[in-house]
């Protein structure tokens, strides 16, 4: 069983609708979750870090967790097209310093 | 403040020849970890080095290894070059406090013949 895991997709979505990604871990011991957004061909970048079971939100997206659940989830809402990328859940599973496991991405389309 | 680097940014090896790549972080962060990206595993974790110490170890053989320098810059090795290590090798740096925010840079390109 892989660590972390994620819908790989492809999903798509209209212009101005809400995305819904989702991705489950294995270690009931992590502690951090993270959101990455990777453009074809770029360097995966930071969307948004969650820590506390609950609702994290940052401008159009929010951030889901579930410990219970081993679940964490990332909300967009009103999709853009420049969103459509490959989105990937991270979890770090260190209690010291960073041992960061990646799901394999979902790839996300917004349609105009 | 600038963001990480990486170089070289492409390279292109053959069998049994072995490699480093180098990374400098963001201006103040300690921790430097190491990452395999290929279009089947994703991205897998190879290792961290925090203070000029490998802090985390991910499941890559004993031909990946790495070390970090005093002002935090850190390099990655791989020695007797496999068809399968053509990957992206990206780095990413943080503060080091654990569980903090990670920034990667661009990547090396590594293609072994």
């Known amino acids: 069983q892989k660590e972390v895991e994620q819908n790989s997709g492809p999903l798509s979505v209209p212009e101005g609708a809400i995305a819904s990604l989702n991705c489950t871990y294995s270690d009931r011991g992590s502690q951090s979750f993270f959101w990455y957004r990777q453009y074809s061909g770029k360097s995966p970048e930071l969307i948004m870090f969650?820590?506390?079971?609950g609702d994290k939100e940052d401008g159009r997206f929010t951030a889901q967790l579930n410990k219970a659940s081993q679940y964490v989830s990332l909300l967009i809402r009103d999709s853009q097209p420049s969103d459509s990328a490959t989105y990937l859940c991270?979890?770090?599973?260190?209690?010291?310093?960073?041992?960061?496991?990646f799901g394999t991405g979902t790839s996300l389309t917004v349609i105009p | 403040k600038a963001g990480v680097t990486q170089t070289p940014r492409y390279l292109i090896k053959t069998r049994g020849q072995q490699v480093t790549l180098s990374c400098s972080p963001i201006s103040g962060h300690r921790s430097v970890s190491w990452y395999q990206q290929t279009p089947g595993q994703g991205l897998q974790f190879l290792f961290e080095?925090?203070?000029?110490?490998?802090?985390n170890k991910g499941n890559f053989p004993g031909r990946f290894s790495g070390r970090q320098f005093s002002n935090s810059r850190s390099e990655m090795n791989v020695s007797t070059l496999e068809l399968g290590d053509s990957a992206l090798y990206l780095c990413?740096?943080?503060?080091?406090?654990?569980?903090?925010?990670?920034?990667f840079g661009p990547g090396t390109r590594l293609t072994v013949l």
């Open positions: 080095y925090f203070s000029e110490t490998q802090r």
């Open positions: 969650i820590y506390s079971n």
């Open positions: 991270a979890v770090n599973l260190s209690n010291t310093g960073n041992q960061f496991y």
């Open positions: 990413a740096s943080s503060l080091g406090s654990g569980g903090d925010t990670q920034y």
